[in-house]
């Protein structure tokens, strides 16, 4: 459900499933992860807790991250460059980086060559993107959700067991299986969809101290 509201019994429904299929259940921050991202879902405006957040794709993050009782915005200001990148270098100080193609839901996503960010027309352009694991299921299919340029706070899936799928025939009826990502309008990339240029994740959620959740 977009907008403002979400639906609360949904979301508790897929908190379940994902704890269920996944390799342990989910804890509690991630839990509270997982909701904000479906309360911003389909906003084209960040407000959340008071606070008023960048409608672009760092924004989107931590903006989540502080539904979550989370301040990820301070620590970003100790690092130079675009938001992602201080994202980014962020995690890496944290030594919070990691590469799987199975991550957890509350990780945050950093995709390359989302789009020609320096205009040269080359491939050359990276951390041009983030987002967050809402959901893994069985099949390794990731929901994450993001900042679509054109749509807003949107949610979008991936499989990294499948990276050069994007549309599947499955008994008749198409199925999606990798979201586009490379902007519309860059310059043409074989790599286009989401699982071939994610980079790497990052697990903010056990990089931050425990006692900045919910006030401790």
């Not at 694991?133 to 499989?159: I, P």
Request: charged share 25%; glycine share 12%; hydrophobic share 35%.
């Amino acid at each position: 459900m977009g907008g403002d509201g979400y639906n609360a019994a949904g979301v508790a429904e897929q908190l379940q499933r994902s704890g269920a299929e996944g390799e342990d259940r989910l804890n509690r921050i991630q839990a509270k992860l997982v909701e904000g991202a479906h309360s911003i879902r389909g906003r084209s405006q960040l407000n959340v807790g008071g606070r008023r957040f960048n409608t672009d794709c760092t924004g989107t993050v931590l903006a989540i991250y502080w539904f979550a009782g989370i301040d990820l915005s301070t620590p970003l200001a100790d690092y130079r460059g675009n938001g992602v990148t201080r994202l980014y270098r962020f995690l890496e100080e944290e030594r919070a980086l990691y590469k799987t193609r199975r991550p957890k839901p509350g990780d945050i996503i950093f995709w390359d060559n989302t789009y020609d960010r320096n205009d040269d027309g080359r491939v050359n352009d990276y951390l041009t993107h983030t987002g967050m694991v809402v959901e893994v299921e069985k099949d390794g299919t990731v929901h994450y959700v993001h900042h679509n340029y054109r749509k807003g706070v949107v949610f979008a899936r991936m499989n990294l067991y499948r990276p050069g799928v994007h549309i599947e025939t499955i008994d008749g009826r198409q199925q999606l299986i990798n979201s586009p990502m490379r902007m519309r309008g860059s310059p043409n990339y074989d790599k286009w969809l989401a699982s071939q240029l994610t980079r790497s994740f990052g697990r903010a959620w056990e990089a931050v101290d425990s006692s900045a959740f919910l006030g401790g």
